[in-house]
């Protein structure tokens, strides 16, 4: 089994994080207009490109993520199997999710513009390499600062409307110290900090991590919306910001960042059973 000495420098690599929703909605949705909520708002993909977020696991740990070999795909397809990670939303969606807020999202996102921007986001969700989507990304954010376009402010908007609670700073730092604290249960990595200074360490950090997810949201946000154009980025921002919107996604932000946390967790324990790879 591979085991790690965990130093600080190990701390900096990204996955997510959440506060649980507790709250039970009133009349909540049931189970096949959730399922039907997942598709129609492209939630299901989101949900879907958890799994590409393991590839950051090993760093995390320090260590090589070639040192696990084709044991590592076997891996990380039983712990983010798709179908456990969609049965999983399901059912806090279905306790949660009113059908207000339901009907309110799936009337914008069934129309052509909501259509496709999920088409847009879908193939977005599912690219592999990020560096790509950052690379392109920030060329375009260049651009449209340097000819004056609007467009860099209408995604600053966006993302604000999108993550209004800042949900994403809070599930980076928690999601990062469940993983953490999971894996040297396991045994996986000896960790030289107790759960305090983990958690001060963690906090340390959060400017640093603040501005570099806004960088990263906003490359993001100009490569995956591109070919739209102003007025429909307008459009979707001034949807996003309607209170019902606004529900739905911090439901929905909480629902994916409990499940990468959930997930993260196993699979740190899952870890101990990998030996380094003899492949040749």
């Known amino acids: 089994m591979l085991r790690r000495v965990l130093t600080p420098p190990y701390f900096a690599a990204l996955i997510a994080a959440l506060i649980l929703w507790t709250s039970s909605a009133a009349h909540a949705a049931d189970r096949t207009r959730v399922e039907a909520f997942l598709t129609t708002t492209g939630f299901d993909v989101a949900l879907d490109s958890i799994a590409l977020s393991s590839s950051s696991a090993p760093e995390m740990l320090g260590f090589d993520p070639g040192d696990f070999g084709s044991e590592w795909t076997r891996l990380t397809n ?34 052509n513009l909501g259509q496709r921007l999920v088409e847009a986001e879908n193939a977005s969700h599912m690219i592999e390499d990020d560096t790509v989507k950052r690379d392109a990304g920030e060329a375009l954010v260049s651009q449209w600062v340097e000819d004056g376009s609007l467009r860099v402010e209408t995604l600053k908007r966006m993302n604000q409307a999108i993550d209004s609670t800042g949900t994403s700073l809070r599930a980076l730092q928690e999601i990062q110290y469940r993983f953490l604290l999971a894996a040297s249960a396991a045994g996986v990595v000896d960790l030289r900090l107790d759960p305090g200074d983990l958690r001060e360490m963690l906090k340390n950090n959060e400017t640093e991590l603040r501005l570099a997810l806004q960088r990263s949201a906003l490359s993001g946000a100009a490569y995956t919306y591109q070919g739209f154009s102003d007025a429909d980025m307008l459009a979707y921002t001034e949807a996003l910001e309607q209170p019902l919107m606004q529900e739905v996604y911090e439901l929905l932000n909480a629902v994916q960042y409990e499940i990468m946390a959930n997930r993260f967790e196993v699979l740190a324990a ?11």
Do not use: C, G, N
Not at 83 to 104: G, K, N, P, Y
Not at 270 to 280: D, G, K
């Open 78 to 111: 039983e712990v983010f199997d798709t179908e456990v990670m969609r049965s999983i939303a399901l059912d806090i969606l279905e306790q949660t999710l009113s059908d207000e807020a339901l009907t309110h999202a799936v009337e914008f996102y069934a129309s």
């Open 270 to 280: 899952r870890m101990a059973e990998l030996r380094p790879s003899q492949e040749l």
